[in-house]
């Protein structure tokens, strides 16, 4: 249906775009014909006119005169007083018979006093028209120039003739052009519309390449092919997202389902291997915990748009405090946390949302931690931000897959080891928080020898 809307619409503009410029040409060739030819006529005269004024004073008067009647086929009368002092009557034709008619006009300006006037009479003899440009040199000096209008009857029938055929070739051929121009340009559209329709239906592999010479098409299809690329990323990423979300969901509960019934069946009587068991209960019921609070976190940070709540706080303070939780690594596990700033930091942010990113980032550094079991976080001051810089000197992170590590549900080690820590939301989370307060972040990671996760936020005055 659209496709022949595309082409018929096409076709009637381009037929009604021709209809119209021959209508013009009609219009203006037979019909106007006349008046146009008696205002180019006038337009002549009165160049004429101006020219023989300003040679009046000149001693080359006379022959001006002569030239100009010649070269412009009109004819010039010059008359002082009751005298006719010159006439180009022996060089052009169109001088009028110097009967009443043109005594008349001649007496009527010459009693008017005025300048210049133009007059349009019909010669009685021969029907034609005759223009005439009377005008006042000086005292008693009047010049009069005559043009007769040739009778253009004759000339606007042949125009008239040539025009039907030219009308009729003119329609036919844009006809056809319009038919040409409509299928140029409406069989790529329909190409692409045909494979976005197969896209529509899940289809990635379509190919969105235009082969028309078309700018806006390429363009177009060009666009397509980006956002189907987008579109299967997003598809892909989706599908990752659900295997490895119920698998995360499946094993803890698979384990807590087999731990619980041993209890149930063969370790209740024996408090020791019971609470082993129980304690791997709770450590799973731990995990899935933790899953399913990063993935509420995650959709509810992605779903609410505007949903900062800006204050000013102390950054010092916020690092203190989350570094503080994590103390109790220090005493029981040999950690060592370094952070050596004393001076308050006043920032404009989101502290719930900082507080996560800086949480995270610290778990990771933990998570990751080398075999000095050393975290640092520095804060480095600029003019007007501060950098937060957490540092660990564990296994770093691979050069291609740094850009990867921030999206939803990567992790660089994709065994799902279950002695591998987190759920790999973590620095999406983190990414989704920064993006939306417009920070700049980002990770420096050599192989081997550590990370640096940074944000950038800026200064509160
Ligand atoms: P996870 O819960 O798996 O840590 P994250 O989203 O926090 O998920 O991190 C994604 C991946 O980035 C991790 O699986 C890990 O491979 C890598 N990663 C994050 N932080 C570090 C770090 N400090 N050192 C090395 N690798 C890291």
Redesign the pocket.
Known sequence: MKQNNLKNKIWIYFTFFSIFILAGLWLFQVIFFNAYYEYQKTGELTRIANKIASSYTTNTFESTLDEVAFKNDVCIEVISGELLRYSSMSLAKGCLDNNAEAYTYKKTFIESGLSRKKYSIVNNRFKNKTLIYAMHLEDDVYIFINASLEPLGSTTKILASQLIYATIITLLLSFLLAYFVSKKVSAPIVKLQDAALEMSKGNYTVDFTSTSDIKELDDLANILNQAKEELSKTEQLRREFLANVSHDLKTPLTMIKAYAEMVRDLTYNNPEKRNANLNTIIDETERLNLLVG?LLELSKIQSDVDSLHLEVFDLNTLILNILDKFKYLEETKGYQFIYENKKELRVLADIRKIEQVVY??I???I??VGKDKMVLVSVIETSNAYKVC?T?H????EKE?IDL??DK?????KTHQRN???????????KNILVKHNYEYG?E?IKKK??T?YFVIPKEK
Do not use: E, Q
Not at 394 to 397: A, C, E, S, V
């Open positions: 990063d995270n980032l778990g990771n550094a998570n990751y957490i660990d564990g296994k770093g992170i897959k590590i921030w549900y990567y992790k660089v080690d591998t820590y987190g759920t790999g939301l973590g620095l999406s989370i983190v990770v990671s550590g990370s996760f």
